[in-house]
């Protein structure tokens, strides 16, 4: 008979490997993007940063809210999730606060994958992010993205739909026109940049357009599913099945 043990006093459910920040923001969250359960072929749990709004975060990276993320990843941690990740690339800057606060895996943005796709590549990597004008040396510093590993950094903000869908939160988001902008935002990248090794999307907006962009320009994309997906394989192996 297998005998099962409580993890935590604090936690009454479990079967959730995954836990997500999300911002203080309403805008639609399509499939594909991280804001939506749907999403993923496991279940995950969700836990709201009050006050992290996209203007916060994004526009003055306040550094006051260092303090309801790390709220919210107690919060979050005492349900029982295995790890816990971002639901906006932004969420860097306070990566190494909320890892020292919690006893569990942190990966809060997708920038996190930098240093090993260099590894594998050893050539410049192409970043899609939500404001080009927003990512600074602060965001990569924090998640190990040193000065030798080159990167090409490509904005989404200035395309319509993209800024008042998520950007602006006007409520609606088109879908088919996003995937427009984001296609044509990677093969201007890449035309520019020919020797772009990978392309990583920053904004967690952004994997549902994630095949759409790789067969416009033909290199692996890496976003917050395949973080996620990557995670949670090392937080809950199984058995291997086959034959001899």
């Known amino acids: 008979m297998t005998v099962y043990r409580i993890h935590r006093k604090t936690q009454a459910w ?14 639609p ?5 991280v804001g939506n359960a749907s999403t993923f ?33 107690k919060n979050i941690q005492d349900q029982g999730v295995k790890a816990i990740t971002g639901a906006c690339g932004f ?36 970043i899609i992010t939500a404001n080009a004008s927003s990512l600074k040396k602060a965001h990569f510093d924090a998640v190990g993205v040193t000065p030798d590993i080159p990167v090409i950094i490509a904005g ?3 395309q319509p739909e993209f800024s008042s869908a998520v950007l602006e939160e006007k409520g609606t988001l088109d879908s088919d026109k996003v995937q427009d902008e984001v296609v044509s935002t990677a093969k201007t990248m890449v035309n520019d940049h020919p020797d772009i090794g990978a392309v990583v999307l920053e904004c967690s907006d952004l994997p549902p357009y994630a095949h759409a962009v790789q067969a416009a320009v033909q290199r692996p994309v890496f976003d ?19 034959f001899m």
């Open 14 to 27: 479990y079967g959730e490997s995954i836990g997500i920040l999300i911002l203080d923001a309403a805008y």
């Open 29 to 33: 969250c399509v499939p594909g993007n």
């Open 41 to 73: 072929p496991f279940p995950v749990r969700y836990e709201r940063v009050t006050g992290a709004s996209i203007d916060r975060l994004l526009n003055q990276q306040d550094p006051t809210l260092a303090e309801p993320f790390i709220q919210a990843a």
């Open 91 to 126: 969420m860097a800057l306070f990566q190494r606060e909320v890892t020292a606060a919690v006893e569990i895996p942190v990966f809060l943005s997708s920038l996190l994958q930098i240093p090993l796709i260099y590894q594998m590549t050893r050539k410049p990597i192409g």
């Open 156 to 158: 989404m903000e200035t």
């Open 224 to 242: 917050f599913f395949t973080m996620i997906q990557y995670i949670h394989t090392s937080l809950v192996r199984t058995p291997f099945t086959g």
